[in-house]
């Protein structure tokens, strides 16, 4: 397994493979693998001939530097992860290489961006929508992988894709949770015992909508009340509950098949997202 | 030749060549084609097995919808051209196809684009930048072809692909000179034979001003006061003259080797640019 910091000898690696006819698969991460990411990167392996993975907590994403500076790095692990799953390459730019002094180029996605996460946390769908062109143009990737627990992010993303008439197949892949149902993500390490039972309320609320939306409740205000209830009991403070639609995120008054219950909610001050599209 | 309208349609063919080994070449223009692009098509022959050119009229990148709409588009003359010159595809998309209903996405390249005609074309360089970003990503070109004549725009691009990673070689052009010596340009077909005349002061007072700075006047201030004398004598509307750094833009107090003299000024309404960079 190659582990690459220079985008320039990424781009002519996988250039390389690409005149030999081999399909290059990118799954762009922050670090921190967990079996989320492990779906990603077994999804990408079954689908491509080469699959570079990239690592790099992207700073201009974060809305505060305190997140940024304390989300975790377990470098070695996410490696041997990497070398277990048959990974070609790890890409590890690192910040002062991706974000160069002078650098002055960003990227927006109008519209999409203003709600849920994007009102929250200002600025951060331009960094998203920033690295993962610079990901996507440096690998020169066939196909890269998603994870859906990111519900709005693969909304974006896809939108950017399709403007921007990038040569590359958007791979979105199911969530994958804990045995206990809780969304796999890398900020879950900083829930302490409680905070994290008390997380539990988000993918069983989420559960419990879809078997009121089976019985006939399609009311969307009256399904969102279910889990807002379910979350403050539970200590969780919300920040939105909504049922919207898959593509434009915008709510909707009437529930159905295929719209996406979006949950974001903290437990003990550690932001979970969660979601689920209704069947 | 083959004439495409679709992204994927383009996007597809390229790749295919670049999978037989074979260099794409693209150059992205307006249309209207004069010696200028004969010049960049000719290069791009001479440096690429395959050979791309783009005619699309972007309208996101004009500030005035009457500047857009009578921009001259001589699609029969333009493909012959391209047909003589050996090029392989002519990707000419239309602007539904390139931003249709719900389109989002914009780019933006902060600090260069502030000053010149970033100040005098609000959104300019936005467009310019997103749409050259979708043309070198459904082209997937390895080199792309522009014209020194855009000196900013040449400064921008390269930013931009430095920023973005974009695995691309740019290659600046010398810009191609009429017999007269006014750079061509599409606009001059706008010109009345009087304007036409008069415009005849810019490229004469920039070779003025080589001839100054030959002679040891290195001031800035003294050097441009020579160029926006002669183009006020002839009747010149003038937007900017200036001495500047190569790579910010930013002017320069005292000019030396390798700075270049930016000049936009209209001769009969119609806007034109030119610049030299000092030896």
Redesign the interface.
């Known amino acids: 397994m190659k582990v690459v910091e220079d ?1 320039d000898v990424l ?1 002519s690696t996988t ?1 390389k493979w ?2 030999n ?1 081999q399909v290059v698969g990118l799954v762009p991460t922050m670090g921190a693998l967990h079996a989320g990411h492990q779906s990603l990167i077994e999804r990408a392996r079954s689908m491509c001939d080469r699959v570079v993975v990239s690592i790099f907590v992207n700073p201009i994403q974060f809305s505060e530097s305190s997140d940024f500076l304390s989300y975790p790095t377990p470098i070695d692990s996410d490696l041997d992860m990497c070398q277990t799953l048959g990974v070609d390459l790890v890409y590890r730019p690192d910040a002062k290489r991706m974000y160069p002094e ?11 961006t203003d709600a849920w996460e994007g009102r929250d946390r200002p600025g951060h769908f331009d960094g998203v ?2 690295v993962v ?3 996507l ?2 690998s ?1 990737a066939d196909k890269a992988f998603f994870g859906q627990k990111d519900f709005q992010q693969c909304a974006v993303l896809r ?2 894709i399709t ?5 590359v197949e958007m791979v979105v892949c199911p969530t994958v949770r804990d045995h206990d149902g809780l969304a796999l993500s890398s900020r879950n390490e900083r829930l302490s015992a409680e905070s994290r039972r008390n997380a539990l309320a988000i993918p069983t609320s989420l559960r419990s909508l879809q078997k009121h939306f089976d019985d006939g409740q399609t009311e969307s205000a009256t399904l969102c009340d279910s889990i807002v209830q379910a979350l403050t009991d539970n200590d969780l403070v919300i920040h939105y509950v909504e049922i919207v639609d898959s593509t ?1 995120l915008a709510p909707v008054g009437t529930a159905q098949v295929g719209n996406v219950v979006i949950v974001a909610a903290s437990s003990g001050g550690v932001r979970l997202l969660d979601n689920h599209i209704l069947t």
Chains 1, 2 share one sequence.
């Open positions: 985008p781009a250039r690409q005149t006819g002078g650098f002055s180029t960003s990227i927006h996605v109008a519209r999409l929508a920033t062109t610079k990901l143009a440096a020169r939108r950017l403007d921007l008439d990038l040569d434009d």
